[in-house]
């Protein structure tokens, strides 16, 4: 007999319900959104609406990115594989994992990561969120699972306040652990370099001659046509298309050795496709890749000058092209005029 139930007594009894169950943690941060300053040459840093950057989850992240209990028998953190030394790549063929376990592929930069519409050399992760949750429990990376990373962590009491000043209590959840290493990577950011001062803040002194002949090469559609993916826009320049290209990079007449981006979609011909990578910094993130086969950015301008190995899903973009030796120099020049500023506050804390 509901009605019969005087409305004080209903307010106190809809409090014993929802005391008496548990409400889930929520994994948002608490504290007020602190806002990234893009360098020069960068657009404005997406925010994500769920998981807004605070001065607590970045300092919390980054602390969590430096931390080798995330992974089983607290051998490795993210930053084995992404040392800010290295920018933020590991200078290595193929990544070594738990154990020295050998990875099928090359750690990208995490420089400007927070930009791109997928992450991963296959998009199979579209958030840094997400994506941040998959190498802890890889086999060939961490090696660990979600739950015993976070059992790991929780036996630090340390960490009990700082999840604390991110989250609002205490408690450690993978989810607030994604979050946290999400927002430290939004602000590993790299622009200001030689070719934004020329391009975007007018220096036209910022690049040497042999820079500025090799942008051009870079910019011609009968010459490199090297920006028909690696983007350069009006206001800024992220020299990616963030799309997925089949350059014939690992073909060969046995087919890929590694399908890309067809082992998300199975489209066929996604085959032997690859997300476009960022040039900024490149200089610094050799071998080059997704399997990190070209040594030098001399061996990655001469493999385009042979319009990339031929098999059936070639992009339309790949063509033979005629590149003169002095081209090649340039080419090369005006890709080391692409190194930027390295972000402060990113090292172990
Ligand atoms: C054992 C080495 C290793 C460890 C440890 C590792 N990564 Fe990676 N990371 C890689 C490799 C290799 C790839 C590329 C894999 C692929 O595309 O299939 C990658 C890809 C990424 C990407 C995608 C970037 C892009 O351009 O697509 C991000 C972001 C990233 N890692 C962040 C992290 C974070 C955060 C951690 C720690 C939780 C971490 N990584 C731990 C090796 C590693
Ligand atoms: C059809 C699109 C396309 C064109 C045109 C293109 N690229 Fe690429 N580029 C890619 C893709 C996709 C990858 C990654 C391929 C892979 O790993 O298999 C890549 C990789 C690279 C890399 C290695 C990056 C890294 O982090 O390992 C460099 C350097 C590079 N390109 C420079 C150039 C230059 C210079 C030109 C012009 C001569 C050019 N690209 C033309 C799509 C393109």
Redesign the pocket.
């Known amino acids: 007999m509901l009605r019969a139930i005087s409305t004080p007594s209903k307010v106190l009894l809809t409090l014993l319900l929802t005391a008496g169950c548990r409400h889930p943690i929520s994994d948002k941060p608490t504290g007020s959104a602190t806002s990234i300053e893009a360098p020069l040459g960068l657009p404005p840093v997406p925010i994500p609406g769920d998981n807004p950057p605070t001065t607590a989850t970045i300092a919390l992240g980054r602390r969590?990115?430096y931390d080798t209990r995330?992974?089983k028998g607290s051998f490795?953190?993210?930053?084995?594989?992404?040392n800010p030394r290295y920018a933020f790549t590991?200078g290595n063929r193929?990544?070594?994992?738990?154990d020295g376990?050998l990875?099928?592929?090359?750690?990208?930069?995490?420089l400007n990561?927070t930009y791109?519409p997928?992450?991963?050399?296959?998009?199979?992760?579209l958030t840094?969120e997400q994506?941040?949750?998959?190498?802890?429990a890889?086999p060939?990376?961490?090696n660990s699972t979600h739950k015993a990373s976070v059992a790991r962590l929780a036996g630090d009491p340390t960490y009990g306040p700082a999840f604390t000043q991110a989250f609002g209590t205490p408690d450690i959840t993978i989810g607030r652990?994604?979050n946290a290493?999400?927002s430290?990577?939004r602000t590993l950011l790299s622009g200001d370099s030689p070719f934004d001062r020329y391009q975007y803040a007018g220096d036209k002194t910022a690049l040497t001659p042999a820079a500025l002949r090799g942008l051009a090469v870079f910019l011609n559609p009968m010459g490199g046509n090297c920006a028909s993916c690696h983007t350069i826009g009006p206001k800024s320049a992220l020299l990616t298309d963030g799309k997925f290209h089949n350059i014939g990079e690992g073909a060969s007449d046995n087919g890929f050795a590694d399908v890309g981006r067809y082992h998300e979609t199975k489209v066929v011909t996604d085959q032997g496709a690859?997300?476009t990578?960022?040039l900024r910094n490149i200089s610094r993130t050799a071998p080059y890749m997704?399997d990190g086969s070209l040594k030098t950015l001399k061996e990655v301008v001469d493999f385009y000058a042979g319009g990339g190995n031929s098999n059936p899903y070639l992009d339309p973009q790949m063509k033979t092209i005629h590149l003169t030796p002095q081209d090649r120099l340039d080419l090369v020049e005006f890709l080391k005029s692409l190194d930027g500023s390295i972000p402060g506050k990113a090292g172990p804390p």
């Open positions: 969590l990115f995330l992974s490795l953190a993210c930053s084995n594989c992404h590991d193929l990544s070594k994992g738990f376990a990875g099928v592929r090359n750690a990208p930069t995490l990561a791109l997928f992450q991963f050399w296959d998009g199979r992760a840094l994506q941040a949750a998959s190498p802890i890889d060939v990376e961490m652990v994604t290493l999400a430290f990577e690859f997300k990578p960022s997704h």
